[in-house]
Structures are given as C-alpha cells and as structure tokens.
C-alpha cells in the first residue's frame, strides 16, 4: 500500500490546520458546547493506537521525526499528514507538544448496551467516575486484562476527552463502550438477563473478600462507583455480590482504577 507524502506547512494560520487549534482552551470535547466533536491522540503509541481502531482519521500533525517513525503504520491512509517545526506547532496547540505528533478523527457509535455484552464475557460498569485520569486508567487497565466492555452509568467523565485518551494510552480507542441504559435495578437486570453476574466493589467490611469469590466460569459484571463515596446504595442493592479487597489496617480504601485492576485480574484468573 502506498505511503502518504507528508505535506509541509509554515504558516501557523493555515485553515488545514484548525482542527488542532488552541487545544488549551478549547479541548475537543464531545460534550463540551460549541465544541467540534473530534478525537483526539496525541504521541506515537496513541497515534498508532488510533490508525488501528475504527475511528475515521481526518488529519495529523507532527514534527518530520514523527511522520518517518509512522509512515508505515499510515500506508494506505488518506488523511493528510503536515509536518511542521516544534514552534509552528507550539504556535497552532497553545503549548509545547513534547511527544510531537496529533492526530484527529470522528467519534464513532458502539452498539447499546444489551448488544455490546452479547459478545464479551466480561465488562466493568462505571458510576460516577467523573475524573477523567482515573477513566482514562481504567480503560488502560481493561485493555490490559481483557476485560471485554465498559458501560458508562451517570456521572461518569467523556472517555473521549483528550486527557482521558493520553492517560489510557489510547486504549480508550480500543476498548468498546457504551452508555448504561435506566437506572438501578433495571440495569442490573439488563446484565443479568444478558449472562452476567453483577459484581459491586465496595470497602464495606460486610462485604466478601475478593480472594473469597467464586467467580470462575462465570460471565462477571464489575460495578465502580466515584472516587469519593464509591458506589451508591441502589447500585450495590442491585448487585448478586458485594465485594470488597483485603487492605492492610488504617487504610479504608484503593484508588478506583487500581482497585479495578486488580479486580480484572482475579476475575481473569478465573476463567
């Protein structure tokens, strides 16, 4: 397949370059209003990431060093690759990028909710995690251990969000998700009716022990809830399991995205 040639630019006012303008006041974010709507990746491993997922490339951005290490990634590409010094970029972004390379696409839609888990065994849904770090490293963590879907309940931050993709290294773009339809327990009869135990993560001591839970074999369904109080009453009321992971004496709690992973990975060692 052919390599695109790299298109060289200098003015920092070039309209071909809008889609990466002032990214430090006016973040793509789906939801922000009047925003564009775009993705968003930034580096070589996000960038790679976003040329193998699904989402339509409209442009990239980068230093010449960056256009030689992913030309073989974009053969076959159409978007359009402009190659700019670092202070012409500077100049377009708003700040100094270090890693050297954006690239934009268009969102995507993912199947609902209900079809999405018709093809994974296993998904982690969200409540209330509304910082977008934290998201952004629990798709990370999702990717990495296989887990199969992420479905979005209220209050959760945009996975899209520029920081969110950074942080996730672009798992984000690779992991699907959707919003969770209704609220509780409507929900978890959703999951249920789907396959899946409902599994609700909590630092509660009447909860089992993770290390206790007998989730082999099983389709599991791991419930987050916001960095603060965790999981609301209605969400852990309409969960099969309360589960909590044995810490040390004095501390009550884990951050939300570690202790995911290692509640992805106790389940993945069950399968």
Known sequence: MQ??????????????????RDLTTADRRPDRPGGRGLVIAEGTVVVRRLIASRYPIRSLLGVARRFDELAADLAGQAAPFYVATPELMAAVVGFHLNRGVLA??????????AQLLESVNSAVVLEGVGDHENLGSIFRNAAALGIGAVLLGDGCADPLYRR???????????????????????????????GFT????????????????DL?????AVLLGSEGPGLTDEAMGAADLLVRIPMAPGVDSLNVATAGAIAFAEIVAGR
């Open 164 to 194: 969110s993709i950074r942080v996730s290294m672009g798992t984000v773009l690779l992991v699907p998700f959707a919003p969770l339809p209704g609220s509780w327990p409507a929900s978890a009869e959703m999951l249920r009716r789907n």
């Open 216 to 220: 082999s074999g099983r389709r599991v």
């Open 3 to 20: 390599t695109p040639t790299p298109i060289l630019v200098s003015d920092p006012d070039d309209p071909r370059l809008d889609d990466f």
């Open 104 to 113: 934009t696409a268009d969102k995507i839609a993912f199947p609902p909710a």
């Open 198 to 213: 409902v599994v609700a993560l909590t630092p509660r001591s009447t909860a089992i022990s993770l290390r206790q839970a």
